[in-house]
């Protein structure tokens, strides 16, 4: 059977910004894993390098990982950045109607 949701080679600031967004209000590893599309060894290494950089912390009371402003600041100016520079197959489609 084949999978239809094959998964494209991401960067990691792909990667952060879809755990991020992820997170959004809060959200537990579970939550994070699944939804950003990640095995459990690529979440712990990433969780680890969004807290070291303070985009995301932990609340243990909650037990759930929430945005910090940094983390806000940086999805909104990925947003920026693909705004003014789609993705090659974006980029592919503007090409072939100008011809």
Known sequence: MENTH??????STEIIDSMLRSIR????KTHIMYRAY????QLKEYL????ERQLIKYEAGSQ???LT??????????DKIN???P???EGKSLVDESF
């Open 69 to 78: 402003e940094k983390g806000l600041r940086f999805m909104n100016a990925y």
């Open 38 to 41: 990640m095995s459990y060894s």
């Open 48 to 51: 680890k390098l969004l807290e």
């Open 6 to 11: 094959a998964m494209k080679y991401r960067s």
């Open 25 to 28: 209000s809060g959200a537990t």
């Open 64 to 66: 759930l990982y929430v």
């Open 83 to 85: 705004e003014l520079v």
């Open 87 to 89: 993705s090659i197959n």
